[in-house]
């Protein structure tokens, strides 16, 4: 063995190592995170009472004694108690004195407590409505399409209803166009009274791209976590309220309407099942009534009763007090962690080179220890020059903008002519190294784990250990509670798989077949950056069985045997990585070494799944893939070598 070879293996073995204490913690902590909360929405609750001819509590009830922890309360608007029939306009004479120039004398009727309230909350939010409670009439002035979607509160009965058959309550502010600050304090102040969970109604957060940083105040005032659909929400200002929001973010997921359309509930809580395992969701929000296929109103409590026996056969805990933050919070790699990963990585990453490029000793030997220094220190450095900065900024100051569309200062908006202040103190810094060391780790394997020299049986160990290695580093740099809450994650701009595999193909040696591999390669990096989509997240998902209670023995075989043969989970072509270590670079072998080492490792980056559930899954097919690798060595003195060089 070459030196260099030596230099880069001892690297990459001590910081992996060094690395797996941490992970050790992590894989301690994944089980303690095991609370999941069943939402179940209210209009649905509505519906479902009203077809079955029983009273909103009563369903409230028996949802309560089937599973469901939690249920939604929308904030009211004009406009949604109008669709829903609590209120309905009425006309009413006009007013001839002239008092107000806004608009003409609208009236709206209802039962008198509704009214009561609208009026205090029109009076105190939008006083030049000049908003009048007369029984169970209400008027104003003004257009009622322009204010029918800003939020009045929350149903203070209703809330007591849930409360009272032992349902946690989740508010759902109402997202409009147009916020302004003392309406959204106000909602939240409201939300706030009846939990610490809060979600938003519409297409935008609450505040949206106005008022943004008042959102977030004024949840942090309350001390409020959000309900952060990552997986099925994707909003204006939904991540930015998630990032200044951590570690108070619970993910949640709601189905659309097209894939409820496609499920019983028995094919949904194999889905709801495999989103809390692969996606770290911990509130499913049920929609039952509207999409779901059903045969009878009262079909949704069967629903919520199922997925919480599926839920809790799976290992997880069902209840009405879901805790925001796990009994001990997830661990986060220190800089010495990520300095071990980075040693790893940078043994990878000159192991990489010199196998690629083949290099003299007199340049592998100063890369190999070059790069093992370099990803061990370069942690350190992020903190000094992170530090130097901080205090550089430490300072406090006023100044103008001639133009601002609102508060929110990393959207780059503009004040007009108004004073507002800056306290660089409080502004987070964000990391960048975990994110360069897991792209570095997932472009280096796939090139060092596939060996030049393919005729040595110590080979094999390359297919071994730089994909495991790999996995550690990202493991380690994608830690913590931001990636653990999809807030933060990998970022690899399609380079960590286009890279390695055209590089890969460019080293085959017959022609048609290296031009054809280039070509896909680049097709499919053009198509996929023109998208803004990794293909290999989608494939690292285990994909739900999705067996619905009607299909046959023989449908349910079929289905069994494209799931196991099915490019899903990517982490089960692992052991491909041996394959091409047994046949070298110069093959196609040697592409599908490359292939599998990339599949194996991409579900380390992402830390809402089990480390132990992908490292199980990654662990089997390596063990199968050491077998195939050993009877390909074996039968290598038996076949001809131009037959070798064409497979």
Sequence with gaps: ??????????????????????????????????????????????????????????????????????????????????????????????????????????????????????????????????????????????????????????????????????????????????????LIERSIAQAAEYSRLLGFAGTMVLGHEMYLNTTIEAMQTHNLAMVWFAESRHQRGDWFVAKKSLPNVVIAHQWSRETLLSFDYHSANHAWLNLVDERGVRLCYINFFRELHATAPLEGVDYVHHLKHVLEDAGYKVSAYLELRPPADAPVPSAEDLAAAGMAVGGLGAAALNNYFDLPESLAIPLALTGAATGAVLPQMENLIAERLKNTHHHHHDHDHDHHHGDDDDHHHHHHGHSHSHDHDDEEEGSYVPKLLSLVAAISAPLAAVPADSENPISLLDGIAYPTAAAIAMATATSGEAYQLRVEEHKGFNLDWALPLALSAFRMRNKGIRYAALASVGAAWVASSRHNTDPFVDFDLSPAEGHTHHASAATRLIGDTIIQLGPKPARKWAGLSLLGAAFGQQNIGGLLGTLGTIMGIVGFRRPERSLQMTATDAGKSLGLGVVGALLIVLMKPFWKRDSNENL
């Design 1 to 182: 063995m070459k030196f260099s070879r030596f230099l880069a293996y001892g690297a990459v073995a001590a910081g992996s190592l060094a690395a797996t204490k941490f992970l050790q913690k992590r894989m301690e902590w994944e089980p303690t995170h095991n609370t999941v909360a069943i939402c179940v929405d209210y209009d649905d609750i509505v519906d479902a009472a009203l077809r079955a001819g029983i009273s909103f509590q009563a369903l409230l009830q028996m949802l309560t004694n089937n599973g469901a922890s939690h249920v939604s309360l929308p904030e009211r608007t004009l406009g949604r108690l109008l669709t829903n029939k609590a209120l309905f306009p009425i006309v009413v004479e006009q007013s001839t004195d002239g008092a107000s120039g806004i608009g003409a004398l609208q009236g709206l009727q209802g039962d008198p407590a509704l009214i009561a309230d609208l009026a205090i909350e029109l009076q105190a939010r939008l006083p030049y409505t000049q908003a009048k409670a007369d029984g169970s009439t209400l008027t104003f002035v003004g257009n009622l399409t322009t204010i029918a979607d800003i939020g009045l509160g929350f149903d203070t009965q209703t809330a007591q209803i849930m409360q009272t058959v032992g349902l946690q309550i989740v508010p759902i502010v109402s997202a409009y166009d147009w916020p302004e600050a003392a």
